[in-house]
Structure formats: structure tokens, C-alpha cells
């Protein structure tokens, strides 16, 4: 079983893994050539193709996008954004799959209005990785160059590989949490979702 290898063992299965999705390669490659600061293709694409392979079907089967993260604070206009997105636009065009370009210095700008709670400001692109409702998520992929693969996935794979969702109470709420692991799971009927903690999962010290 791939998730109980060792980790460098399990960072080579990914590779191997996520080279079976050839549109995933290809936004790889086509996000590479932007030249975005500290990007990574990240969520549901990458986690999803491995619970496709693991579980026989098609790399690409149920995946609905293609997110690219990346961080650029110069600039926090919307306008900024738009001008990467539309030059994104340009370069996917032709794949089979929406690809959806994000500046992760901007979330903290339209978070709170859009799930309810607020977001500090991101520090980077892994920050922002950090805080997806699941730690399964947590996972982003870029290529450097030479073409080697940059791999954060500050959770470890275990998780993705044994096709296991684990709740990530940092930000996100419970209920979307919940809504996406519902999702997933009528697509992966495999999956174990683990439960939402009844308590935080880091409590605050005694102030004796």
C-alpha cells in the first residue's frame, strides 16, 4: 500500500501518479511558462487523480477544474488579478478543462463575505494551501526549472494514498467541509470521511 512507504518513496509514487493525468502535465506546463510568482497547481486535481488511480478509474474522472494558485502582493486590485487571469486564459486555452487562476494575496479581501469568516491576510501561496478544509487537500505541485517537481504537502501523502478526508479546522467551516466531503464521497464511495472535532483543535492555555 502506497501510503504506508516511506515518505520518499511516497513523493516518487505521486509523481508517477499524477503523470498518468496528461492534462494536469499540461497545466503543469502551460502554468510554468507564465512565469507567476510562487505558484502551484493545487486541490482537487491533484488529490482526486490519485483517488482516480488508486481506485481504477480514469486519471481525469470527476474532476471539475484545474486551480493555480499563486502570490503577488505588489499589486491587490482586482484589476491585477484580471490582467493574470486573461493572459492565463490565453495560454489554456484549447485544454479540455477550466483552469481557474488565483492571486492568494487578494483571498483575505473577499473571504469573509463569501464563507462568512474572516481571513488574515496570506504571507504565500503555502499559507494559503494550508488552510483548505481538508488536510487531504493540502497539496500543491509546481514545476521548477530543469522541469523538477516541487512538491508541498505539509500533511504528508498518507492520507491522499489510503483515501482518507481529515477535517482541517484552521479557517474554513465546518459546513463547507462537510459539503465537499458529501460531494466527494457520491463520486469516491471508497473514501473515509472523518468527522468534524467536537473541540477545537487547538485549544486556548489555561490563564492560570
Known amino acids: 500500500m502506497i501510503g504506508r512507504l516511506p515518505l520518499d518513496e511516497?513523493?516518487?509514487?505521486?509523481k508517477s501518479v499524477l503523470s498518468r493525468?496528461?492534462?494536469?502535465?499540461?497545466v503543469l506546463h502551460r502554468t510554468a511558462a507564465l512565469n507567476l510568482s510562487g505558484w502551484y497547481v493545487t486541490a482537487g486535481c491533484l488529490f482526486q487523480t490519485v483517488w482516480n488511480v488508486v481506485t481504477d478509474r480514469h486519471p481525469t474522472s470527476g474532476i471539475k477544474d484545474y486551480d493555480v494558485f499563486y502570490f503577488?502582493?505588489?499589486d491587490l486590485s482586482w484589476e491585477a488579478e484580471g490582467a493574470v487571469i486573461r493572459a492565463a486564459g490565453e495560454a489554456f486555452a484549447g485544454l479540455p478543462a477550466e483552469v481557474e487562476v488565483r492571486n492568494e494575496a487578494r483571498v483575505h479581501l473577499w473571504y469573509e463575505q463569501k464563507f462568512g469568516v474572516a481571513c488574515a491576510p496570506y504571507a504565500s501561496t503555502e499559507?494559503?494551501?494550508d488552510s483548505f478544509a481538508a488536510t487531504t487537500c493540502c497539496l500543491g505541485v509546481r514545476l521548477e526549472p530543469g522541469g523538477r517537481w516541487r512538491i508541498y504537502a505539509p500533511h504528508g501523502l498518507s492520507?491522499?494514498?489510503n483515501l482518507v478526508v481529515r477535517p482541517n479546522p484552521v479557517l474554513a467551516p465546518r459546513e463547507v467541509y462537510e459539503t465537499k466531503a458529501?460531494?466527494?464521497?457520491q463520486q469516491w464511495p471508497e473514501l473515509t470521511v472523518l468527522?468534524?472535532?467536537?473541540?477545537?483543535?487547538?485549544?486556548m492555555p489555561s490563564s492560570s
Do not use: G, M
Open 21 to 26: 493525468n496528461e492534462v494536469l502535465v499540461d
Open 10 to 14: 511516497q513523493l516518487a509514487a505521486l
Open 159 to 161: 492520507d491522499v494514498f
Open 72 to 74: 503577488d502582493s505588489r
Open 195 to 203: 468527522d468534524w472535532p467536537s473541540a477545537p483543535a487547538f485549544p
Open 127 to 129: 499559507a494559503a494551501i
Open 182 to 185: 458529501a460531494r466527494w464521497r
